[in-house]
């Protein structure tokens, strides 16, 4: 996701925010985990792992999730991720599950590790793995995804596997994948205004209601976090601006972006029928005059077509 990454990460590594999230939309609004009781958690989720038996090659399997954090339940904690999302990942459920696998490795190694220099393995088998009482912890994970088209991916494992008898079905395990699609984030009511505004602004960019109430007065941090996920010059340099100047007015930036869209789509269209007036050996004068165009319009469409063609050689 780029820059939209690096301001989704920050926008989540607030505990309030974070919490909100997972208690509405994993939780059913129970206050599950606390803001006051979440910790930040290392996100590098790197494992080695053997390979092949009896021989010391290593594999470092290395992911980052874009953020974890754990919570303390009793004497024991749990851990929590995102990931954020800006295009459709038809892999999600294995990433997801792999990710997760990894955190699960990783502890493993140090429980491992932690016990051999405490000498702490009773058995041989123990020495090699953990120990028999020794337990890890679970780990919770959300999707966030930010973009405009519905999510037509796969919603667990299950969902990517190839055709197989019920009897197989019924002995592999599954995995679901625990997914908020923004777009259609309607169906969640957040505690927290940050969160209920940032999707709730994502919301009204994609059925282009510019004359929602809540365009129009918008704190600047939230506005260029927004102006990113959905890739808007417009509103992150209106955000940049207002930050010592108050709210931000988004209703006229958002109608500025649809403008912006429709001459895209029109150029795209021009574009289209230029190439194809081309392949029948047109000259440029010709389609100039057949799509009432100024030659030098029709010279920049045929220039730029003659780039793209030669970039994708």
Not at 171 to 187: F, G, K, T
Request: glycine share 4%; hydrophobic share 35%; charged share 30%.
């Amino acid at each position: 996701m780029g820059k939209a990454d690096t301001k989704t990460k920050e926008f989540w590594r607030n505990n309030a925010r974070f919490a909100d999230l997972f208690n509405t939309v994993l939780f059913g609004g129970q206050q599950v985990l606390r803001a006051e009781d979440l910790q930040e958690k290392d996100s590098d989720l790197s494992a080695t792992v053997p390979l092949g038996s009896g021989r010391k090659y290593t594999e470092l399997l290395a992911k980052a999730s874009d953020v974890v954090k754990k919570q303390a339940f009793g004497v024991e904690f749990a851990i929590f991720t995102i990931q954020n999302q800006s295009r459709i990942d038809y892999s999600m459920p294995v990433r997801e599950f792999a990710d997760n696998a990894l955190i699960y490795l990783q502890e493993c190694r140090e429980i491992s590790e932690r016990n051999r220099a405490q000498k702490k393995a009773a058995t041989y088998d123990e020495f090699f793995s953990i120990g028999k009482d020794d337990r890890i912890h679970a780990v919770a994970s959300l999707t966030i995804y930010y973009g405009e088209t519905p999510w037509d991916g796969p919603r667990s494992l299950h969902d990517m596997l190839a055709d197989m008898p019920e009897e197989l079905e019924r002995v592999v395990p599954d995995y679901p994948l625990h997914l908020v699609e923004v777009r259609s984030s309607d169906c969640y009511t957040f505690s927290h205004p940050d969160v209920e505004m940032l999707f709730s602004l994502i919301r009204c960019i994609y059925s282009k209601d510019t004359e929602s109430e809540v365009l129009r007065s918008v704190r600047p941090d939230i506005a260029e976090t927004v102006g990113q996920i959905v890739r808007s010059k417009r509103i992150i340099s209106l955000a940049r601006k207002s930050r010592k100047g108050g709210n931000v007015n988004m209703c006229q930036a958002l109608r500025e972006m649809m403008q912006d869209s429709k001459m895209d789509g029109m150029r795209e269209a021009y574009k289209n029928l230029i190439r194809k007036k081309l392949s029948k050996n047109k000259t440029p004068v010709q389609i100039a005059e057949e799509l009432e165009l100024e030659l030098a319009e029709v010279q920049e469409f045929i220039e730029l077509i003659h780039k793209e063609q030669t970039a994708q050689v």
